[in-house]
């Protein structure tokens, strides 16, 4: 272009508006694609931190369900941290289904039983969302029940047979004296067990939110008349202890399409 100063030429500007025939030739220069992995990295925050440390130590198995967590104070001592990150990190982690907080005197925050509330929430919002209707859950609990009780058949010990037979002596007593409200959490307790006697957590989890977005559904029906389903688990219970696969998953069927045809009617 010249010396500072100097006036450009008219060849110059021609020369600077086309390339020479040389480096319109030249290859672009390739462009590289950056692997996920080595994107920016964020810090965790300190609550983060917390809630990661714990769930460390719950997937080590050195928290085990219902032990007790050390107090807000002594983990905030601990960690060397304020208490209101702990608190923090203690309400993501109950968010999260790994946790429950419980008030009172012999209150405090404990490692949760199951893993199940992410899933019945997830399920939970697809129905409230318009994303899956009541008969999408019944379709899938009758075909999950179905998976349920044949692995049961197949895996059921001894202990499991006990459980479930306590269940139903429980729910009859509850029955007999009215307590329907409560009759109605023993019978959830009865799809958990027999979930678990298939030694599947992921089958106990996905029946446990299953079944508790159901039963939404069951109390706005109202109660039925003549609910048979005490005299249904006695029937299907004998079947599983007989490892009677065909007939109790027959049972199982038959009472979930009684129950989808009450709450159908229940709507109209």
Do not use: W
């Not at 810090?43 to 130590?57: F, K, N, Y």
């Not at 905030?76 to 309400?91: I, L, P």
């Not at 609990?141 to 429980?170: F, I, K, S, W, Y």
């Amino acid at each position: 272009m010249g010396r500072p100063g100097a006036k450009l030429k008219t060849s110059d500007i021609e020369n600077a508006k086309t390339p020479s025939p040389r480096a319109s030739r030249e290859p672009a220069a390739p462009t590289r694609s950056v692997p996920a992995a080595f994107a920016p990295i964020r810090p965790l925050r300190i609550s983060e931190e917390i809630g990661a440390r714990i769930r460390q130590q719950i997937a080590a198995g050195e928290l085990k369900p219902n032990d007790r967590l050390p107090t807000e104070r002594e983990l905030s001592d601990m960690f060397a941290v304020s208490r209101m990150a702990v608190r923090e990190g203690m309400r993501n982690l109950e968010a999260a289904g790994l946790i429950t907080l419980r008030k009172g005197r012999n209150g405090g925050a404990f490692v949760a039983e199951s893993g199940a509330k992410l899933v019945t929430q997830s399920f939970r919002d697809m129905i409230d969302l318009g994303r899956a209707s009541l008969d999408m859950l019944l379709e899938a609990r009758l075909h999950v029940m179905g998976t349920v009780v044949r692995l049961a058949c197949r895996r059921a010990t001894p202990a499991d047979l006990v459980a479930l037979q306590q269940n139903l002596d429980e729910a009859a007593a509850l029955t007999e004296r009215g307590l329907l409200e409560e009759r109605t959490s023993k019978a959830i307790g009865f799809n958990r067990l027999l979930a678990e006697a298939t030694g599947n957590i992921m089958l106990t989890a996905v029946v446990e939110g299953l079944s508790e977005v159901l039963r939404h559904f069951v109390a706005q029906a109202g109660r039925r008349v003549h609910d048979p389903v005490l005299a249904v688990r006695r029937k299907l219970l004998a079947q599983i202890s007989a490892r009677d696969e065909e007939g109790a998953v027959l049972t199982m069927e038959t009472y979930l399409r009684g129950l989808q045809d009450y709450l159908d009617n229940a709507r109209r």
